[in-house]
């Protein structure tokens, strides 16, 4: 028995997401059934964590165990037959490796990058749709980097957790945010070992008020402290969003 | 009347190109609806150039004549008015304004910068589906980039030539082409004031074949100077190519 580890690309927009779901189509479905088509054999893989509906991965992480009997496998032969099976889906295997016996994609992983992307300009999108919030009201971006430096450290994070989110404890820890402006795209960037449902885009949401100039600095840090979802900013859309790139 | 001048960004996928054709959708068809639904007359506007089917534009360049009365137009509400009779199309006006009489966006433009970009790397496309050319093999970019510069200056660019293009001449000029590589993405810019049907697609698909070594520089001049198009290499797809800038 070989633990393999899988770097996986997708386009968000097809899928209700990472994790299986009963008749909707999703990314893990995806690729346990190319694995059954390579192998012959049901197989469940394990991911380093869900995206949601729409959001898209540069650098997911997926594990799984294959019995491959005697003969030889590389991990580049691998990735070509799950992509061959894979294909036309926007999916695809960046690569696959052998990991140690109890790696686990999930639990070893120390860090997460993720990018948001905001359209920030009056007209509306068109070659990006689907990969941006598209916001028309002019952004104080250096203000919303500022005010961003809040959520560093280890906090309840409430406010911005959805409230399906099923994890025990709303505490988690931030390592970095940056918001960064290039013409009249915003790109944020969030580091951290692990995220509540929906944080990262209800972190967007709320920032994207100050940036409007809607709530000053004060407003930002009381709502983040109420530790009430209800005092936060909306839901920002999931194209915008890109899981880039897991750590161990 | 006042001539306006329209900055347009759209996604080529969904469009037989820039240019009307019967019984095809067009991205010119699509704007000279909005314009007639605005105003109730039927408009014809002119571009830079055309684009063919599945090309992108960053910043295309038309114009059009508009008799509004004595009423006041600002090029903000033309713009956001097409837009709106554009949407949820993937078109947008990025920029509405009152131009010279006698501008023309084909005849006035001095320069033009297409961008052409390159997935290079084993594993299939996947978020970049359409916006990319997938190449598997290793390309040497910086050969690339200096076997790019003998296309440089004023030629006969035969040999990148479409046979299906109809300009009277095949000479150009070429003010700048250049090659980079980010990561696993490769870009090549270029700039003139005009390029023939296909030029650039056909540039970088025989660049490709330096890029993977099946051929040197020698074979690249030499096939430069055949003026041929059987002596070069393959037209790139659509998918990698944007129209990016029109000077003026």
Redo the contacts between chains.
Sequence with gaps: MTRWKLTI???GAPYCGWQMQNGQPTVQEEIEKAITKFCQKEIRIHAAGRTDTGV?A?GQVAHFDLDYGTRTLTG?DL??AL?AY??PQ??????AEIAADDFHARFNATNKLYRYRILN???????D?GFAWHVWKPLDVSLMNKVAQNLLGTHDYTTFRDSECQAKSPVRSISRIELVRRNDEVFMEVEGRSFLHHQVRNMIGTLSLVGEGKWDEDDFIKAFHARDRTKGGKTAPADGL?LVRIDY
Tied chains: 1, 2.
Excluded at 90 to 95: M, S, V
Excluded at 121 to 127: E, F, G, L, Q
């Design positions: 690309e997708y386009h898209h540069a580049f990735a070509k992509n894979l294909r926007p999916i695809a295997i960046l690569k300009r009056v007209a509306p999108i068109a070659i749709q890109t």
